[in-house]
């Protein structure tokens, strides 16, 4: 009897085991490389042309037949910290226009203005009259530029009222107005932000939690831009596309819809349109809020290198996250080193030696920091205030204290001190009230959020590392990592004058030129430097 017992016993662990490794749970399911016929050399390869190959990546994640087979985070970027999408945002705000679709709540063919009687303008051009919605999801308005979208203007009226000079349809214009016009439309017919709509039919069937959305002043999701998502949450939605729509045996998506959509639909351009047709991953055709690429790929895709790529001849999705200048060289390296490691659609051989290596590597991602030069100002400064003049940021007072090889820098307003640490020759992580480290903390922006109450000033995340240049320059380096994807760094000058320690504080980078969540507005104005003196008593 026991023997049966333990017979029984054996066959329910080997038969649950056999559950876990075919069904989606909460997490999407991880296994070696080889095990799904992707080689570990390869994706070595892969991480060793990155390093060499002046992309700032942030994130990658790599699936094959639906399991995470490789992922990696350069520090201080985590798997827990949400990412700016960018133009990514596009592919769920047309997918949001889908589902509606499929609800009988409008139809493709359905004339923009239809939606929006009390926003249009007293003249209006006759080719708007002709715009539909389709029109819009294939990036194919007919203005020849993008309307205004300020702080105080009515974005659909600004919309509706820049006329056209070609006729909808016939040619690709990358148009951001358009797609909000899309998370319009869906807020319009279902009396909800494309967040609300989308968090029971897509977000919380994938349990994809903690995210948001920025709002426009109006209240509506931008739709194009502002959307913040972990690595994993974008695996989870590209291989939601490419399991045609279906998710633990349920459709949350359309199978026709996914055919439709992910379909080659107009002549794109975009890209380094220096780069020949055949190799540029922009001119291979636009399908609704997504591009086409090479090798049969479609993928979404936002600014500095937020893609997600569905690899359907492979069974694949890649993604990536980055700050990234030379996307297409970004891109490459996926031809380049990862379609090749995927050499079958049978398990491979395990190869013991470089998938060692392949963990090491991943374990050792990190973006690059300044190594420390010894100052003798620290015992002199540490602990101790520093009293500034007068400025634009309205800063009083700093305290800089050093212990235990970490540098805490605070930084003292009228009623208000933030402070960041910050580590030598390593990224150390602290909460804030800030997004800049010279600015004050800003009012909470307009969000649609994943959550039953209001977040009065939500709590901000923020990495840094600090180094002594020489004796008398302090620099710090920050990634204000769920808020922007560029790096700032900051200097405190030092220099010992008949006595008294006078110091400048300054900005090194600016926020690299980039908004910080993509939402309107958020662009840093040029300050000068700060001046004041240590005070030693």
Known sequence: MKKQIRLLFLLMLVFGLSITSTAQTKSLMRSTPESQGVSSKYIVDFLNAIDTGNVEMHSFMLIRHGNVVAEGWWSPYGPDYKHIMYSASKTFTATAIGLAVNEKRLKLTDKVISFFPASVPDTLCDYM??????????????????????????????FLSKAQTDKPGTIFRYNNTATFMLSSIVQQVTGETVFNYLLPRVFKPLDIRGIDW??????????????????????????????????????????????????????????????????????????????????????????????????PDYDAVVVMTANASNTQKEMNYVWDYLLPAMKSDKPLAEDLGQNSELKKKIASLTLPVSKSEPSSLI?????????????????????????????????????????????????????TSITSILSAMRAPSMKSRDANYTITQPVI????????????????????VEESISGEAVVFKFEDKDGVLNVTLDRKTARAGMPISGGPGGMMRPQGPLTGKLIEN
């Open 129 to 158: 009259k002709e715009l539909t919605v389709r029109d819009m999801l294939m990036m194919s308005t007919g203005q020849d530029q993008e309307p205004r979208r300020g702080q105080n203007d009515d974005w659909i009226r600004s």
């Open 379 to 431: 015992q002199r400064i540490s602990g101790k205030s520093i009293s500034f003049q007068e400025n634009n940021y309205n800063i009083k007072e700093a305290k800089i204290t050093f212990t235990n090889g970490l540098c805490l820098i605070a930084l003292k307003r009228d009623a208000e001190t933030v402070a960041i640490k910050a580590g030598a020759d390593s990224w150390k992580y602290a909460n």
């Open 214 to 311: 920025d709002l426009n002043p109006q209240g509506i999701n931008l739709g194009m831009i502002g959307l913040r998502l972990r690595t994993e949450d974008m695996g989870k939605f590209g291989q939601l596309l490419l399991q045609q729509g279906k998710w633990n045996g349920k459709q949350l998506i359309p199978k026709a819809w996914i055919a439709e959509a992910t379909s080659y639909k107009i002549d794109s351009r975009g890209g380094n349109e220096r780069i020949p047709a055949e190799i540029n991953d922009w001119f291979q055709g636009y399908c609704y809020q997504m591009w086409r690429g090479r090798h049969n790929t479609v993928r979404l895709d936002g600014l500095a290198g937020q893609f997600v790529i569905l690899i």
């Open 461 to 480: 995340k923020v990495a840094a590392n600090y180094s002594w240049t020489d004796n008398y320059t302090l620099e710090l380096n920050a990634r204000f």
